[in-house]
């Protein structure tokens, strides 16, 4: 008989060096001695406006099958004391939580998949999750303010009720000496690694900036990571990519690129610190400001807000610049500060008509004052209205995203609408 557990954990690693992640690769090695892992780790990125994160916000959940229930407590024991040995205390921002989910009812998995989803989309207070952990005898340790049992628990609940949409990152991990040193990866190798398996795998490579970026330039244990739609592409990719030593190598399954961190709804309902799909109406021209980003700004119902693309989204920018007022978009990105943080936009329908003053000798007229129509400074002619005109608009309706170089971690990318559709 086998006696199942699932661990969860968050808040180890500092931006110094760890990294939640590897913690978990290290702890998968120690605990197979008590039995093996269900189905895969998970690897859950939390709601990406937490400004309590250090890059991330990730959180891991492992679900076990111990062989023998007399090793719970020596699994406990050795998962705690993997957190005491490798977590960065000193960093007053790293504040670890653990939680052990050994039982289940209908009432816990239903409350818990309503917090899982929370803690992707919305803000959550320690207590909120201190109160889940008692109502239903869950076993746990907080370290310092605890903060950390909020990842944990989240993590560990997707475990028990499972994802509805996923993808998969291989980790690759770095040998400790190496840790703080630039990384020795061959670029042709992973240049052909994603073109041997996008778009199953993707995010390996920014062809339009010309970046390799699924390799960090932290000092974190991390060597690279792909992302892709099974362990067969994930894998297929790593087995063509020539780099320094890989220590370890974990497949995770992961919410990344799924998108479930968006609340799909109306200007008038958006808060801070949340991520959004809203519809609306460009209200207000393009405008570029002083660091090479760029806002529109979009209404809808009498509410609006205005939306930037960032400078690092590069060649995105170019699609914002070229809205109009009256074009109708969705948008898909993070409020903070009242200001959509554009992820994706969807152009929904382009105005392709406007009003202009008439051409009159090969030149357009001029106007003669409010009121009083416009006239040819050439032949003297007059007429009293503008005219409507074709627009010439440079742009097509549809999805535009920001480059690889810029994605975050949540955001799905439009090759897997590509493949989901199809
Ligand atoms: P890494 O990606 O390297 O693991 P990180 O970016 O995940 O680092 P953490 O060190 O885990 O960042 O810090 C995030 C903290 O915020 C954790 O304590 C986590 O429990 C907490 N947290 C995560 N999501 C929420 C949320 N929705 N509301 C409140 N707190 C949250």
Known sequence: MNYPMI?????????????????????????????????????????PNIKYKTRGNAAIALSLELNRIKDVQNVKQ?????????AVFSDENTNPGIVFIERECNEMKS??????????RDVLKISEAENMLVKYGIS?????????????????????????????????????????????????????????????TWDTV??????IVFAPHSPDPILFGIRGNSESAVRAAFSM?????????????????????????????????????????????????EGGHVIIKISDNGAAIECVAFEPTKGFRNVIRKLMIGDNVTVYGSVKDGTMNLEKIRIDSLIQKELRNPICCGKRMKSRGKGQGFGCPKCGAIRKEQEIEPLERNIQTGFYEVPPCARRHLAKPLVRFRCHET
């Open 241 to 289: 990519i020539k780099s320094e030593p890989v220590e370890r190598y974990v497949i995770y399954k992961t919410n990344q690129n799924t998108d479930m961190h968006l609340i799909d709804t109306r200007i008038d309902e958006v808060a801070n610190d949340r991520s959004y799909i809203l519809k609306g109406k460009v209200s207000k021209d393009p405008i570029s400001i």
């Open 111 to 120: 409350d818990l998949a309503l917090f899982s989803l929370r803690a992707v």
């Open 78 to 86: 050795t998962v705690i004391a993997a957190v005491e040995e490798m």
């Open 140 to 200: 746990k340790r907080g370290f310092k303010n605890k903060r950390g049992l909020i990842g944990a628990l989240a993590a560990a609940g997707f475990a028990l009720t499972g994802l509805s949409d996923f993808t998969y990152e291989l980790i690759a991990y770095r040998e400790k000496k190496r840790w703080g040193i630039s990384r020795d990866i061959d670029r042709n190798s992973v240049l052909a690694a994603d073109s041997a398996t996008f778009p199953d």
């Open 7 to 47: 661990i969860g954990i968050d808040d180890t690693d500092s931006k110094e060096g760890m990294c939640t992640t590897y913690l978990a690769a290290v702890l998968i090695e120690r605990l197979k001695i008590y039995g093996t892992i269900r189905d895969y780790p998970l690897l859950i990125r939390l709601n």
């Open 206 to 211: 920014d062809h339009e900036n010309e970046r």
